[in-house]
């Protein structure tokens, strides 16, 4: 029986196959997100405009198509704030909820640098990692916890 359908399934034209597969398999949105790290152990926090409820949080998006994570979160750090960082490892893969799975990067960044603030952000800063502002994302309040000694 397993040879039938493995005979069957390499009879449909590739194009069907992979329209099949699309439409059998679960969906759900990839991003990345980043502890940036300055050499005195602050880390880069965000107020995002477009969160209401938990406006600070740590900088990160979704990925384009074709994107690998870590090329994501330098391109959304660069986007969101002109700053360059440079990754030093993965830190976790966490589902956020069904439909959205984020890798969270542990990387190195510059505290001189002068923020150039896109319009999705209101505010940067460097905190101490038990200082976070009030309205911190309680997610990402939970992954800067898991930094400290």
Not at 121 to 145: K, N, S, T, W, Y
Request: glycine residues 8%.
């Amino acid at each position: 029986m397993r040879t039938f359908f493995g005979k069957l399934y390499r009879l449909i034209p590739r194009h069907l196959t992979r329209t099949l597969l699309w439409a059998v398999n679960a969906k759900f949105n990839f991003g990345a997100v980043g502890l940036f790290l300055t050499d005195d152990k602050r880390i880069l926090v965000l107020s995002h405009v477009y969160r209401h409820k938990y406006p600070w949080g740590l900088p990160g998006g979704y990925l384009n198509r074709g994107e690998t994570p870590e090329a994501g979160i330098l391109r959304e750090l660069r986007e969101e704030t002109g700053l360059v960082a440079e990754l030093t490892c993965i830190f976790a893969v966490e589902d956020v909820d069904a439909y959205q799975r984020e890798v969270v990067f542990l990387g190195r960044i510059n505290a001189g640098q002068a923020p150039q603030l896109n319009h999705e952000i209101f505010e940067a800063a460097f905190v101490p990692l038990d200082q976070l502002p009030p309205g911190m994302l309680p997610r990402h309040a939970a992954l800067i916890a898991r930094l400290k000694p």
